[in-house]
T-cell receptor, first 116, second 113 residues
């Protein structure tokens, strides 16, 4: 069965310090993986995606994520947090189905708080 | 190119009423997905549609919920006889093909009184 686990429901960092949001996945197939960000009362914005090319993926707003197959992880990082990064972050795995369609499976989210 | 549009952004209904949520995909996108987000939870897949066809409705409740994506016009998620447990944010996403990245709308926040 395919699943996504976001290991931390809440993360707090000080402004200017590094951010690490952890995500582990379980998939029988070679997965496509995504990180989305959701600001309060807003929709979801794509931060970055991994689709079997380079294992280190760079996204918007200085975020990046590394796909580690041996660890089944896709952790999201940023060298220096900004106040505007405070939001909910979702790790998503896209898995193929027998019907030929694909299905997004969402993690439960990590709420990032940035302290001044 | 406008993004995915959803309306209304907020909807208040009393128990027993009907809720209609609309989604206009990005231009050139013929695949539409609906998700529900309960408070403090991630998004849960409900239904996947292509023009005039429901492809996958494995996440849809068996009763009261229906979805359509007509040849012309937006996709509609319809909830009949709403109950308090239907209160949630409903997100629509679209993609140009089934394998492509999904782009999300701003959501409709439904409150059932």
């Amino acid at each position: 069965a395919q699943s996504v686990t976001q290991l931390d429901s809440h993360v707090s960092v000080s402004e200017g310090t590094p951010v690490l949001l952890r995500c582990n996945y379980s998939s029988s197939y070679s997965p496509s993986l995504f990180w989305y960000v959701q600001h309060p009362n807003k929709g979801l914005q794509l931060l970055l995606k991994y689709t079997s090319a380079a294992t280190l993926v760079k996204g918007i707003n200085g975020f990046e994520a590394e796909f580690k197959k041996s660890e089944t992880s896709f952790h999201l990082t940023k060298p220096s947090a900004h106040m505007s990064d405070a939001a909910e972050y979702f790790c998503v795995v896209s898995v193929p189905r027998i019907s030929g369609t694909y299905k997004y499976i969402f993690g439960t989210g990590t709420r990032l708080k940035v302290l001044a | 190119n406008a993004g995915v549009m959803q309306n209304p952004r907020h909807l208040v209904r009393r128990r027993g009423q009907e809720a209609r949520l609309r989604c206009s995909p990005m231009k050139g996108h013929s695949h539409v997905y609906w998700y529900r987000q309960l408070p403090e939870e991630g998004l849960k897949f409900m239904v996947y549609l292509q023009k005039e066809n429901i492809i996958d409705e494995s996440g849809m409740p068996k009763e009261r919920f229906s979805a359509e994506f007509p040849k012309e016009g937006p996709s509609i998620l319809r909830i009949q006889q709403v109950v308090r447990g239907d209160s949630a944010a409903y997100f629509c996403a679209s993609s140009p093909t089934v394998q492509e990245t999904q782009y999300f709308g701003p959501g409709t926040r439904l409150l059932v009184l």
